[in-house]
């Protein structure tokens, strides 16, 4: 049995002849099993040549055939080293078929009988892929009809070369012998064979369950656990291209986080952004969406894309008011270990885009590219904290499930229309969401707060000291008189007027909502961004403040 391992192992090395590191499993086994097959019809081959060379009573004709078609023999294992793979199997099916007919005529048909039984079917098994099944089956078919053509044909036919049967014999068993000392030991290097390759194939699946759980760990904060397992599963999904999709695209934003971070510690604006995404991410794969990008504090989330989304506009809605109510967990964070609350404004857009892997074969993200995701960002700087607005195409595609509570139109940069674009209270249906109330109702001041402020955009933009007074407040909105007559969603940076110089050294932010009065003076500006100092000075007023009105901030 020790000499029997050790012609396995010879066998093992003599298989793994052109095995490298890169060729796959099944291919390295195929090309084992060949290099092992090739080698037993040679060693058939040398030792029947050397048993009738040696022999006085043999004739020499044998042994020369025995030549021949060892020279087939190397013929075919080495156009199968240079890939040649047909010119190999024409050249072993010529290797069987040819020497079969030599020994029928020379010897008799007896030796075409072993030689079928133990060379041909064993060719056809062991030069063939295993995936090649229809090939490999004609191959063997082949080799039937080939052997009862040459029993019809020449059976009967007295042999050119006369052989004693006693030599004949004794051929037959010297061919056995060797025939089963071979089969033994490719037995013993088969399951060596097998063993290693399904070692191999082991490490093989656990190296690609290590990748793909370390992709979910990279990714799956970023994409649903749908979306991960579609592009694990289908990995050409991951290849450099793009398709014209339509999507949903949803932007959301920190209001004012530019001038908080400004006063903050580098180390609490980033623990304040991770406990922020920590909780949006969370909500937005809850909604099976795609987040495209983080930048800085802003997400763009794309819904209909990798994967089809027949409900992406409802799904967008729902993920972007569950968001916003979100929200609520997160100021309540800030608020324990003692951060600023923050207000985040959305955007939704349904619209026609380019999506797909765009980059370089090194580097490449999967990313959206069309004007409808300029657009999105658009929509969404129109918006104040707790708002979710929407464009047309958004409110059409998602029907009369919506709840609009505001809705006006807009001219963005680059636009040559107006956009007409809706302000979205709650979604009706499967999703069943609406906005949480978070501002109290506004109180009349006992005495209005005297600002100066400063217009960030429109016709009277950089002009600086203008003058106005705040007559109604709220946590998030105040009712201010200004000076002159200004466009709603106008940006305004404000401070306190008769305060000390550290308070009115403040600047404080806020959009125009809504504009009143008979002269249109009257301005309802909700704050973006409001320093905890400011906002303790506007607290003292509202605690001192007349009975709330019934009116509500949006």
């Known amino acids: ?48 040549f050397f048993q009738t060379v040696t022999d006085e009573r043999t ?59 133990f060379i041909a079917i064993g060719y056809a098994f062991l030069v063939f892929p ?79 369950a290590e990748m793909a759980a370390l992709l979910k760990k990279m990714f799956g904060r ?85 994967q089809e989304m027949p409900d992406r506009t409802h799904r967008a809605i729902a993920c972007a008011i569950a968001m916003q109510n979100a929200m609520a967990e997160v100021n309540a964070q800030n608020r324990s270990q003692g951060l600023p609350e923050l207000d985040m404004g959305i955007g939704l857009n349904e619209t026609e885009v380019i ?16 004007s409808g995701v300029n657009m999105t960002s658009r929509i969404e700087s129109y918006s104040v904290g707790g708002q979710v ?22 001219l963005p940069k680059g636009a040559e229309t107006p956009l007409k674009i809706y302000e979205v209270g709650g979604i009706a249906g499967q999703y069943n969401l609406a906005l949480e109330e978070k501002d109290p109702g506004l109180v009349t001041l006992a005495r209005q707060i005297p600002l100066r402020y400063t217009v960030l955009e429109g016709k009277d933009v950089g002009k600086k000291g203008l003058q106005a007074s705040v007559v109604r407040l709220s946590k998030k909105c105040a009712e201010i008189i200004l000076d002159r007559q200004l466009e709603i969603l106008t940006n305004l940076k404000m401070n306190l007027g008769d305060v000390d110089e550290n308070l009115s050294a ?15 003076e009257s301005h309802m500006v909700h704050f973006t961004s409001v320093p905890s100092e400011v906002d303790a000075y506007f607290q003292s007023h509202r605690q001192h403040a007349a009975k709330p009105t019934t009116r509500e901030s949006s």
């Not at 607005?389 to 807009?410: F, P, T």
């Open 1 to 48: 049995m020790a000499i029997l391992k050790m012609l396995g192992k010879g066998f093992w090395a003599i298989g793994n002849i052109g095995v490298t590191p890169d060729i796959r499993p099944e291919e390295a086994k195929h090309i084992q099993y060949f290099n092992i097959g090739v080698f037993m019809m040679m060693v058939i081959n040398l030792f029947y």
């Open 355 to 370: 999506v797909g892997n765009i980059g370089s074969s090194k580097r490449s993200k999967y990313t959206v590219v069309g």
């Open 59 to 117: 004739p020499m004709i044998i042994p020369i055939a025995q030549i021949s078609t060892s020279v087939l023999c190397l013929l075919v294992y080495t156009f199968h080293t240079l890939g040649r793979f047909t010119t190999a199997r024409i050249y072993g099916f010529l290797l069987f078929f040819a020497n079969a007919l030599i020994l029928n005529t020379l010897s008799g048909k007896e030796l075409v009988d072993h030689y079928f039984v």
């Open 506 to 520: 403040r600047d404080f932010y806020g959009k125009i909502i809504e504009r009143s009065g008979e002269n249109g």
């Open 222 to 306: 970023y994409l649903s656990t749908e979306v991960m397992t579609s592009l694990i599963e289908n990995p050409s999904a991951l290849e450099l291209g793009g398709e014209k999709r339509r999507v949903t695209i949803m932007m959301s934003d920190l209001r004012g986080f530019t001038a908080l971070s400004e006063r903050l510690a580098p180390e609490q604006v980033v623990q304040m952004l991770n406990a922020y995404f920590e909780v949006m991410v969370e909500v937005v794969l809850k909604f099976q969406g795609t987040i495209n990008e983080i930048i800085g504090d802003a997400l763009l989330v794309i819904f209909g894309a990798p």
């Open 389 to 410: 607005l929407i464009s047309e195409s958004v409110r059409q595609e998602a029907g009369e499930v919506l709840r609009i509570d505001a809705q006006r139109e807009v």
């Open 130 to 208: 295993r995936k090649e099944k229809r090939l490999m089956t004609t191959m063997i078919i082949s080799a039937f009809i080939c052997y009862l053509a040459i029993f019809f044909l020449y059976g009967h036919v007295e042999p050119a070369v006369q052989i004693e049967p006693s030599v004949l014999n004794r051929q037959n068993q010297f061919l056995l012998y060797i025939v089963f000392i071979l089969f033994i030991i490719f037995m013993i290097s088969a399951r060596s064979f097998t063993d290693r390759t399904e070692d191999s194939l082991n490490q093989e699946r656990d190296k690609l």
